[in-house]
């Protein structure tokens, strides 16, 4: 009898010291997740908020002074669409050239029968520790003719080892090499083999490569700032920083209530920069988010 008893004990406190533990680490996910989220929701709220309020420390939870003055500052400016435009141009295409390449070279490093394997490997890892400069970079993209050119923002720096390296895991530990084996019995060559059995069952690292990728695109600014000086060419990320330079000058230069006014829109097209540039990319994550967990874990132990 005696040790029965001591069993339910057991079982009980075993029960509740796992209810403690889950309920503590739901408290620790949901601070997590409102220290995530809150400062997104700030941003969005204060874009719709009077400045003063919002300096004031007076908005919290919902807007105060509700405004769109921000917003239609911000879209007055006809280049904004030229901006979205050359984005999403250089988003689609330099996202499709970066799966290409990074894929394909991801797999050949993958594949246990490629000669000089190990040497290439080294090769790669070395450009992540030492490159040649901006200055070199510079000069080397004058030289291929890509200045002020579409594909400078799409073709240049379209690899990535780090993806590569996360995708060469995936394909080492997800794809069986006995697939590869059985593909050749029945004629299948390498190229097809990669399209028509490989690809098919990664959809899990294409669509995370893919993300990181794109979303790289769609906030580049700096090759746009070094590389283009035909302003038709610019990302929305450089013309939404010309926009909020633009407007810190004209308030520095105003006076007396020109000033307050500048000073104010000012405020609030900081906030709405940021909606504005972000939005339309934290669409994207839904479509993915269920490949995303998967392809990101069998890819991040870096062997």
């Known amino acids: 009898m005696s040790e029965n008893r001591k069993k339910k004990n057991n079982k009980i406190s075993g029960s509740r010291t796992d209810r403690v533990f889950q309920i503590a680490l739901y408290i620790m996910a949901a601070v997590t997740l409102l220290v995530v989220i809150y400062p997104l929701y700030f941003v969005i709220i204060a874009s719709f908020s ?8 007076q908005v919290w939870l919902l807007p105060k002074g509700f405004t769109l003055d921000g917003y239609e500052e911000l879209l007055r400016h006809k280049e904004i669409w030229i901006g979205y435009t050359n984005t999403i141009l250089y988003t689609v295409v330099g996202t499709s050239i970066g799966l290409i390449v990074n894929l394909f070279a991801a797999y050949a490093l993958s594949r246990k029968d490629l000669v000089g394997r190990k040497f290439f490997n080294i090769m790669f890892i070395f450009t992540m520790f030492f490159n040649g400069g901006l200055i070199p970079t510079f000069l080397t993209i004058k030289e291929l003719n890509f200045y002020n050119n579409f594909f400078v923002m799409v073709l240049p720096f379209s690899v990535s080892v780090y993806n590569i390296i996360v995708a060469r895991t995936f394909f080492q530990n997800s794809i ?26 990664s959809k899990a690292i294409v669509s995370v490569i893919a993300l990181w990728t794109a979303v790289g695109m769609w906030n580049s600014y700096f090759n746009a700032l070094i590389y283009l000086k035909d302003a038709s060419k610019y990302p929305l990320q450089l013309i939404l920083r010309n926009i909020l330079i633009t407007n810190n000058l004209q308030m520095s230069f105003g006076s007396g209530e020109a000033m307050q006014i500048a000073l104010r829109l000012s405020n609030l097209m900081r906030y709405s920069v940021i909606i504005v540039s972000t939005v339309p990319i934290m ?17 991040a132990v870096k062997g």
Do not use: E, H, T, W
């Not at 009077?50 to 420390?57: I, K, L, N």
């Not at 090499?177 to 098919?200: E, Q, R, T």
């Not at 669409?283 to 890819?299: A, D, E, R, S, T």
């Open 283 to 299: 669409c994207i994550y839904p479509f993915v988010q269920k490949y995303f967990n998967k392809g990101v874990m069998i890819g």
């Open 50 to 57: 009077d400045p003063s309020a919002v300096s004031g420390g």
């Open 176 to 201: 069986p090499s006995d697939l590869n084996d059985a593909a050749k019995i029945d004629g299948c060559g390498n190229l097809l083999y990669f399209f028509k059995i490989v690809l098919p069952l």
